[in-house]
């Protein structure tokens, strides 16, 4: 059996298709929503709306540039979660027509194990085990990954995520969202020394970001009393300064990780993946620690339909399918 998978991802506020023949991802067709820049934020009930109205197209471009008739797939895989339940609901109903009118199986995928999956769309492919640092909008992860099939979180953000951190930041600096390449962008002009911000002690694997979220309101409120253009003549330093401390925390979570596993394959996954300071500074570890390294294309790491792909061909090749009354699920864990 030679599966031909089309692929449906629809967890937050991108709707996206793809299809995979035999492990090779034909292409990842991605429809953005930006109706959600002038908020600040993802709105999710705007979210399901968009997905509802793009779905269509979306998914008929996948088919065609793919050059593959409905008749010719073998499944239909979507993301049953984590993400906005709302989001999530336009692609499993739409996964549930096509599979009942093709009278083909449905594969349920978890998106945060997608994310992982991610490095085996393109070369190079680490090898099992290995580490991944899942970094997004939505989750903070380290993951142990033993096979396609097999993997756990073995740390994880106790409250905000470290993509939410670089928004919010960016949001009380006057940015628009999501703030979080916008303050890459400006740090490369600024001095990542020239503002201090306290260390969190979380235990373990762990990470928590709402405390620097705080210290950053503060930290700005203060400096404005003195100087109400405090901001805008500091931007550059202020922006380089606060990612070099959201990156060191990250960093240093994901070296102890590395150092008391064993494991020196490491990996990086979500939108954050492509922050230029995590990039440099794993490269600056990895040298120190002796780490392969392995950073998926860009597209891949943001929310992306190719990943779901993946992710469906190796469960296909495990029989492991879903019932048709599979039901989205908005917190669904690693594992479950
Ligand atoms: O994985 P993703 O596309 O969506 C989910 O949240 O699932 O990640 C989006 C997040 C946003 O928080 C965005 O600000 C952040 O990734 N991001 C970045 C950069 N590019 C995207 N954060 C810091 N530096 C970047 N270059
Ligand atoms: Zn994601």
Same mark, same amino acid.
């Given at each position: ?34 109706? #959600? ?48 339940l709302g989001s999530l609901l336009v692609g499993v109903s739409f996964a549930k027509g096509m599979a009942v009118a093709l009278d083909i199986p449905l594969i349920e995928v978890n #998106? ?6 991610? #490095? ?18 939505? #989750? ?166 190719a990943m779901i792909a993946i992710a469906a061909h190796y469960k296909f090749l495990e029989n492991k399918f879903s019932s048709l009354d599979v039901a989205p699920l908005a917190n ?5």
């Amino acid at each position: 059996m030679h599966p031909v998978i089309l692929a449906i991802e629809s967890s937050c506020d991108e709707t996206s298709a793809s299809v995979v023949i035999r492990g090779k991802v034909l292409n990842n067709v991605i429809a953005s929503q930006t109706v #959600h820049q002038k908020y600040g934020g993802v709105v999710p009930e705007l979210a399901s709306r968009a997905h509802q109205q793009q779905i269509l197209s979306v998914v008929n471009e996948a088919m065609t540039s793919a050059g593959i008739a409905p008749g010719e797939l073998n499944a239909i895989a979507f993301t049953r979660g984590p993400g906005l339940l709302g989001s999530l609901l336009v692609g499993v109903s739409f996964a549930k027509g096509m599979a009942v009118a093709l009278d083909i199986p449905l594969i349920e995928v978890n #998106h945060m194990e997608a994310h992982v999956l991610a #490095h085996f769309i393109a070369d190079p492919k680490p090898s099992f085990p290995f580490l991944c640092l899942t970094v997004s909008g939505g #989750h903070t992860q380290i993951v142990l990954v033993e096979s396609y099939l097999n993997m756990k979180v073995i740390g994880e953000t106790r409250d905000d995520a470290v993509g939410e951190a670089f928004d919010k930041a960016a949001k009380m600096m006057g940015f628009l969202y999501p703030g979080g390449p916008l303050i890459d962008g400006f740090a490369k002009l600024g001095n990542p020394k020239a503002f201090q911000f306290p260390p969190t002690s979380i235990p373990d694997y762990d990470f928590s970001f709402s405390g620097i979220k705080t210290a950053f309101l503060y930290f700005l409120r203060d400096r404005k009393l003195v100087d109400p253009d405090f901001v805008e003549k500091n931007k550059y330093d202020i922006c380089a300064s606060l990612q070099y401390h959201l990156v060191e925390m990250l960093m240093q979570k994901l070296s102890k990780a590395s150092t008391e596993t064993g494991i020196n394959q490491i990996a990086i996954a979500g939108g954050v993946a492509a922050n230029s300071e995590l990039r440099k500074s794993l490269q600056q570890y990895g040298a120190r620690q002796n780490w392969k390294i392995f950073i998926p294309d860009f597209e891949y790491c943001t929310d992306n339909a190719a990943m779901i792909a993946i992710a469906a061909h190796y469960k296909f090749l495990e029989n492991k399918f879903s019932s048709l009354d599979v039901a989205p699920l908005a917190n669904l864990a690693i594992g479950n």
